[in-house]
């Protein structure tokens, strides 16, 4: 099993709330992502990560910000909440520094609801 | 961006009978990625195919990567009610998953 955490599991909040999701993994990755899922849809690219200082912006970034202070640790962080971020949120990880091991592990998820 | 599309979005199948799901990129893909998302899960990887051409095996799966690198197919064999769930395809630089196919197996 793979070693990447993520919390809350689970977060109702109300609009115009600031709110950030934690995610960590401990497998030394030097990538992360992050992706946005509604149920049964396709995951969409939010941030990723190629290292520490490293971040990049995906399809969905608008609306999020993200930091990568430590290789274990990539927070996302709504500075606003909106019904429209009401979405299950996934975390990932890959890339053994100086492998071609490109495989992502992901986290068990975020499930968000904004009222 | 890179499109990373996939057929068919949905599939119902009877067990035992087999299901292919087909990916296909607007671009050449380095390499294709493929993850299974069992329902209220999230993605599990599957297998990573990098050459042209390239069939691998996975006890009833079978993986397929295109000579031109910019398709891929995977293939269950006889269905089991385990297989249920969505697959994704990610292409290239693993940034973009395809929109995936939905398996439902009908006991």
């Known amino acids: 099993e793979a070693d990447i955490y993520q919390t809350p599991r689970y977060l109702v909040i109300g609009t115009g709330k600031k709110i950030t999701l934690e995610c960590s993994q401990t497998?030394?990755?030097?990538?992360m992502y992050w992706y946005q899922q509604d149920p049964g849809m396709e995951l969409h690219l939010i941030h990723y990560?190629?290292?520490?200082?490293?971040?990049e912006k995906g399809d969905l970034s608008s609306e999020s910000t993200v930091s990568r202070i430590r290789t274990e640790h990539f927070p996302l962080t709504l500075e606003s909440a909106r019904p429209s971020h009401t979405s299950q949120y996934l975390c990932?990880?890959?890339?053994?520094?100086?492998?071609?091991?490109?495989?992502?592990?992901f986290g068990p998820g975020t499930r968000l609801t904004v009222l | 961006g890179q499109q990373v599309m996939q057929i068919p979005q949905y599939q119902h199948v009877q067990e035992g009978e087999d299901f292919t799901t087909y990916c296909n990129s607007s671009?050449?893909?380095?390499?294709i990625q493929w993850y299974k998302q069992r329902p209220g899960g999230h993605p599990v990887f599957l297998i990573q195919?990098?050459?042209?051409?390239e069939v691998k095996k996975q006890k009833r799966l079978t993986f397929q990567f295109g000579e031109a690198k910019k398709n891929s197919s995977l293939h269950i064999t006889a269905t089991q009610t385990t297989d249920v769930g969505t697959y994704f395809c990610?292409?290239?630089?693993?940034?973009?998953f395809g929109t995936g196919t939905s398996l439902t197996v009908i006991p």
């Open positions: 497998m030394g990755h030097d990538k």
């Open positions: 195919l990098v050459k042209s051409g």
């Open positions: 990560s190629y290292g520490v200082n490293s971040t």
């Open positions: 671009t050449t893909l380095s390499n």
């Open positions: 990610a292409g290239g630089n693993q940034f973009y």
């Open positions: 990932a990880s890959s890339g053994i520094p100086g492998t071609r091991y490109n495989e992502q592990f």
